[in-house]
């Protein structure tokens, strides 16, 4: 009989063979695919700092703008520009302006969670047992697809920015007007040329319902000065092109938005009749102490109200009545900003510690949580533009609580805004982006399937609607009709 090894040898060498050649062959498509080595993700990421802030997500600018000329107290910034141009000419191109709620949270969650073009995520192959690896992706419902866009932390003491004394942060909204004006100003310094002809709007959202047309208004009556023929021209002096304001799911006019709560939630069918009553008393006691000009009660009454509200109805957040557990992108956005090889692309100072939301801050203005700022859009209005946008499912500043104060506005034409037709909104095809109302200067949105935070829950949309309303295109143009 003859012997199978010299056949079974021939065989283990064919196939070792043909194996090592097909290894050889996949080497190539594996470097092309970036195929990870056998070793965590988490490891990946951090052991290449470049992966997790790559080039081509770093800001145009970055930095400080100083606001106290005998201190270091300074305003952060980032600053992203137009990714493409609607306009020849760059130094014509629109510049939002962005600042964040709180008070005190750090416009920075704008950024990487909401209109920024670069969001914070995790790493795909995460998984609970690997340290937290981050990735910055594209974001397509980006504000700077047409326009400049800057996010400021403001005040002085919120994020990366710099309180050189907690005595220094603002105490009332002119104190915070001031800073914001001298930041504007220096930024526009850095390159007059490109930025100091640009029209210029100013947005954000929550608590920025008041910071928004606090600049607003200082921005006109600095330019009235300005403009004033007896007024000493001093070179360094600048004309700020005020273009409009859009506030998201804004407090503006605390006395009457706080007396939106009970109804709000009893008709979305989150309370019961016995509820609404309790939570209609509690909601009197802070206007009534508002009224009475007692500050401090007043807000203390105001978050009694809200905590109530969380209480009665057990939701996860009040932020977005539809959702099954808060915001989860802040915290990523918070442990993304306290690495160190992103705060040296973003120019941060090393001593710089990122604070999301500054308790500091939140006490220095505690007093002027319940004071209004109606009067300044009512200015707004008459000499610019004004945008109110809510998402449908906010339960904390929402679209009936917008709805409430804007019916007190001072303005002549608010008449025929109330009466204008509030038109079905589509940005794609046939499904229901929103409504949109509009008289002349004034629009309001509605945003589908949206909550306190617009652009994270709706970022094409958002940006749609934001595009749309700056140039004045759709439902945005200046015909005016009373119907659709």
């Not at 305003?75 to 520009?81: G, H, S, W």
Request: a neutral charge; one cysteine or more; aromatic letters at 12%.
């Amino acid at each position: 009989m003859e012997s199978t090894t010299p056949k079974l040898l021939l065989k283990l060498i064919l196939l070792l063979s043909v194996s090592g050649f097909l290894l050889f062959q996949l080497l190539p498509l594996a470097f092309l695919l970036h195929i990870p080595p056998l070793s965590s993700p988490a490891s990946i990421i951090n052991s290449n700092p470049s992966s997790l802030f790559p080039k081509e997500a770093y800001p145009t600018k970055s930095g400080y703008l100083p606001v106290n000329s005998t201190t270091a107290s300074s305003i952060f910034y980032t600053f992203y520009e137009a990714q493409s141009l609607l306009l020849p000419d760059l130094s014509q191109t629109p510049l939002i302006i962005w600042l964040q709620g709180g008070p005190g949270c750090s416009s920075l969650f704008g950024n990487f969670m909401e209109m920024g073009p670069w969001h914070v995520n995790l790493h795909n192959h995460h998984n609970h047992r690997q340290l937290p690896s981050f990735v910055l992706e594209p974001n397509p419902g980006a504000w700077n697809r047409v326009f400049g866009l800057l996010f400021l932390d403001n005040p002085i003491g919120s994020g990366f920015s710099i309180a050189s004394e907690a005595e220094e942060i603002p105490r009332d909204q002119l104190a915070i007007a001031k800073h914001l004006y001298i930041a504007i100003t220096k930024f526009i310094e850095l390159d007059p040329i490109l930025f100091k002809s640009r029209p210029v709007y100013i947005a954000g959202e929550s608590y920025a319902g008041k910071f928004v047309p606090a600049i607003g208004y200082y921005i006109l009556k600095k330019n009235d000065e300005l403009m004033m023929p007896d007024h000493d021209h001093d070179q360094s002096q600048i004309l700020i092109h005020l273009g409009g304001v859009a506030i998201g799911n804004g407090l503006i006019d605390p006395v009457t938005q706080v007396a939106t709560h009970a109804d709000n939630a009893y008709f979305s069918g989150l309370i019961n009749e016995r509820q609404r009553i309790e939570l209609e008393w509690h909601q009197q006691e802070a206007i009534r102490l508002a009224k009475m000009r007692h500050w401090r009660q007043a807000t203390t009454a105001r978050h009694q109200v809200v905590d109530m509200l969380r209480y009665m109805t057990g939701l996860p957040t009040l932020y977005d009545y539809s959702k099954k557990a808060p915001y989860h992108k802040t915290q990523w956005v918070t442990d993304f900003l306290h690495n160190q090889r992103v705060k040296k692309v973003l120019g941060v100072k090393e001593s710089a510690v990122f604070r999301n939301c500054s308790h500091v801050v939140k006490v220095a203005l505690y007093e002027d949580n319940m004071k209004s700022v109606k009067y300044m859009v009512e200015l707004l209005v008459k000499r610019s533009k004004v945008l109110l946008y809510q998402g449908q499912f906010d339960l904390w500043d929402g679209v009936y609580s917008t709805e409430a104060w804007v019916k007190t506005l001072q303005w002549e034409e608010i008449g025929n805004f109330l009466s204008a037709d509030r038109k079905v909104w589509k940005v794609n095809g046939d499904e229901l982006s929103g409504y949109v109302q509009k008289w002349e200067s004034l629009s309001h949105v509605v945003i589908s399937r949206a909550g306190h935070l617009v652009p994270a829950d709706q970022p094409l949309n958002s940006q749609a609607m934001i595009e749309g309303w700056i140039l004045e295109t759709g439902l945005f143009s200046n015909v005016q009709s009373w119907f659709p």
